[in-house]
């Protein structure tokens, strides 16, 4: 895939990790960017290539006028998110129902529009930022890692069915990145550029995943051991930070 040629659609651009997505294809030349968020006031790109719109992955309206409104999209960036820290059986389960509708429906709800536009333009490109967190969870990570858990294998489910009509379908996964979203983190951070760069660089060679950092390549390696001993590994790990 020559990223140069495409033209992007990048999910909750305004901060963190979607909007290096934003300058990192814009760096690497796109004429064209979508850039959506809940509010398009929080977009501030000074760039005539960027173009402002709309999409809340609560919204189902929103989604849909988004993809009327970008039919020309051959590259879907699905990076928005939230993290409420709510705990599974003593804390909201508002909370925790929209993390799952936000991760999981939300982001789903985009793919299912957005594919017949990839269709119609040769299959084009789905790109998921999912986390290390899809494979393990913590204490105040739980709803948080139900949710990207699902997220993850509903990628490798798309990626199944829409492979007939050559849509390439990569999940991203990484540890903490130094965004607004681990603010609370005082462990090791990754600096957010790290993942555009790396996403694209995995695109443009054809991979349909990409492991950002060493954390996360510690944890996908420990999932075929003994989980207990996985788990007392990251409590020694966490308790030191």
Same mark, same amino acid.
């Given at each position: 895939?020559?990223?140069?040629?495409?033209? &992007?659609?990048?999910?909750? *651009?305004?901060?963190?990790?979607?909007?290096?997505?934003?300058?990192?294809?814009? %760096?690497? #030349?796109?004429?064209?960017?979508?850039? !959506?968020?809940?509010?398009?006031? !929080?977009?501030?790109?000074?760039?005539?290539?960027?173009?402002?719109?709309?999409?809340?992955?609560?919204?189902?309206?929103?989604? %849909?006028?988004?993809?009327?409104?970008?039919?020309?999209?051959?590259?879907?960036?699905?990076?928005? #998110?939230?993290?409420?820290? *709510?705990?599974?059986?003593?804390?909201?389960?508002?909370?925790?129902?929209?993390?799952?509708? !936000?991760?999981?429906?939300?982001?789903?709800?985009?793919?299912? %529009?957005?594919? &017949?536009?990839?269709?119609?333009?040769?299959?084009?490109?789905?790109?998921?930022?999912?986390?290390?967190?899809?494979?393990?969870?913590? &204490?105040?990570?739980?709803?948080?890692?139900?949710?990207?858990?699902? @997220?993850?294998?509903?990628?490798?489910?798309?990626?199944?069915? $829409?492979?007939?009509?050559?849509?390439?379908?990569?999940?991203?996964?990484?540890?903490?990145?130094?965004?607004?979203?681990?603010?609370?983190?005082? #462990?090791?951070?990754?600096?957010?550029?790290?993942?555009?760069?790396?996403?694209?660089?995995?695109?443009?060679?054809?991979?349909?995943?990409?492991?950002?950092? %060493?954390?996360?390549?510690?944890?996908?390696?420990? $999932?075929?051991?003994? &989980?207990?001993?996985?788990?007392?590994?990251?409590? @020694?790990?966490?308790?030191?930070?």
């Amino acid at each position: 895939m020559d990223i140069s040629t495409q033209v &992007p659609l990048v999910t909750g *651009a305004n901060r963190g990790i979607g909007r290096q997505f934003v300058l990192e294809l814009l %760096e690497r #030349g796109v004429s064209k960017v979508y850039a !959506t968020a809940r509010r398009t006031e !929080t977009l501030d790109f000074d760039d005539a290539r960027v173009v402002p719109l709309r999409l809340d992955l609560l919204d189902s309206d929103s989604i %849909e006028a988004a993809a009327a409104s970008a039919g020309d999209v051959t590259l879907l960036v699905n990076n928005a #998110g939230i993290a409420t820290g *709510a705990p599974l059986v003593t804390g909201d389960l508002v909370e925790a129902r929209r993390e799952m509708d !936000t991760h999981f429906w939300g982001t789903l709800g985009v793919i299912r %529009e957005f594919a &017949p536009v990839l269709a119609a333009h040769d299959g084009g490109a789905i790109v998921n930022i999912l986390s290390a967190l899809s494979w393990f969870s913590t &204490p105040t990570s739980a709803a948080y890692s139900a949710a990207k858990a699902a @997220e993850w294998n509903m990628t490798n489910g798309v990626r199944l069915e $829409l492979a007939a009509q050559g849509t390439v379908v990569q999940g991203v996964l990484l540890g903490a990145a130094d965004t607004d979203i681990a603010a609370d983190y005082d #462990g090791p951070k990754i600096d957010p550029r790290q993942v555009p760069r790396l996403s694209l660089d995995g695109l443009a060679a054809g991979s349909i995943e990409v492991i950002v950092d %060493e954390w996360t390549a510690m944890v996908k390696a420990s $999932l075929a051991g003994d &989980p207990a001993a996985f788990y007392a590994k990251v409590a @020694e790990l966490l308790g030191a930070h």
